[in-house]
């Protein structure tokens, strides 16, 4: 492979990782696993703004991308849990830090955006 072909591959994987963790349900998703809502139904009360079509989309997704992993214990009545694996820790870790620059940043982004507005007239 040349360096043009891995520069492009390289570009794919940060973009498909941006789309994972750019879509609103996951970060929501991640917010009730870690308050321990890890029943669909558990979560689906959670987040009561998500349809369960796309809670259950969103938890494949997840899972498909090593996220969260999903237990079923082969039970009747089914019963099935969903857990953040050690790749979702890592970026719950990495949210986490840009919610914490984004908490101390925003009166400066802010105020740029003003500033930017006020020129821009």
Sequence with gaps: MNLEQQKIDNQQK???VIALVSDKWVVEILRA???GQ???GAMQRYIPEITKKMLTQTLRRME???IITRVDY???PPRVEYFITP?????ITRLTMMCEWSKANFEAVEQSRNDYDANQT
């Design 74 to 76: 082969q039970e009747s």
């Design 38 to 40: 890890n029943r669909h």
């Design 33 to 35: 696993l870690r308050a």
């Design 14 to 16: 940060v973009e498909d």
């Design 64 to 66: 498909r991308n090593g």
């Design 87 to 91: 790749i979702g820790d890592g970026l």
